[in-house]
Antibody, heavy 118, light 108 residues
Framework: EVQLVESGGGLVQPGGSLRLSCAAS????????MSWVRQAPGKGLEWVSV???????YYADSVKGRFTISRDNSKNTLYLQMNSLRAEDTAVYYC????????????WGQGTLVTVSS | DIQMTQSPSSLSASVGDRVTITCRAS??????LNWYQQKPGKAPKLLIY???SLQSGVPSRFSGSGSGTDFTLTISSLQPEDFATYYC??????????FGQGTRLEIK
């Protein structure tokens, strides 16, 4: 069974850092493209970053230069390193992947809340 | 970046109604369009991929159509569990994935 479990969220001060993890089971993270998607309170979905099976990474303009997506194949885990956090980064962060369909995210984690506040 | 615009932003309907939500891309995205349903406090759920393919396990009252820049999600006969927020998402640009702003479907 495919499962994605995020962790690492919490309260952090503006300018601080946080690393989110997404532990995967039932498939291999290195074989699929995986993304982080966030949702600010009461707002819509915003794509954050993607890492492809070949290792290429891309970011939304709003986080470019501050966030880094990576994976640990030995742990079958996806990460999002978030630096220089701002109040506007406050959101639930989801990891998502496309396994059985082309293009759409057919599996999502439960989400982890990041709150940036002093 | 490719912009995705949904309409309407919110919609009131009754059980049994036929509902259509539209999504327009700022440039042609062929059929690289997906639809999601999200309920409060839950992760999004994939309904339709590649514009018109029904995701496994999704009821057949949901359907999608369109190509190029204009797409629609249709629910043929609304059920109580369908009241939620719906998002479109383009997967044409592998460098920058974008979602529509969402359509909130409420009970009339």
């Amino acid at each position: 069974e495919v499962q994605l479990v995020e962790s690492g969220g919490g309260l952090v001060q503006p300018g601080g850092s946080l690393r989110l993890s997404c532990a995967a089971s039932g498939f291999t993270v290195s074989s699929n493209y995986m993304s982080w998607v966030r949702q600010a309170p009461g707002k819509g979905l915003e794509w954050v970053s993607v890492i492809y099976s070949g290792g290429s990474t891309y970011y939304a303009d709003s986080v470019k230069g501050r966030f880094t997506i990576s994976r640990d194949n030995s742990k079958n885990t996806l990460y999002l390193q978030m630096n220089s956090l701002r109040a506007e980064d406050t959101a639930v962060y989801y990891c998502a992947t496309s396994i059985l369909v082309q293009g759409g995210f057919d599996y999502w984690g439960q989400g982890t809340l990041v709150t940036v506040s002093s | 970046d490719i912009q995705m615009t949904q309409s309407p932003s919110s919609l009131s309907a009754s059980v049994g109604d036929r509902v259509t939500i539209t999504c327009r891309a700022s440039q042609s995205i062929s059929s690289y369009l997906n639809w999601y349903q999200q309920k409060p406090g839950k992760a999004p759920k994939l309904l339709i991929y590649a514009a018109s393919s029904l995701q496994s396990g999704v009821p057949s009252r949901f359907s999608g159509s369109g190509s190029g820049t204009d797409f629609t999600l249709t629910i043929s006969s609304l059920q109580p569990e369908d009241f939620a927020t719906y998002y479109c998402q383009q997967s044409y640009s592998t460098l920058s994935i974008t979602f529509g702003q969402g359509t909130r479907l409420e009970i009339k």
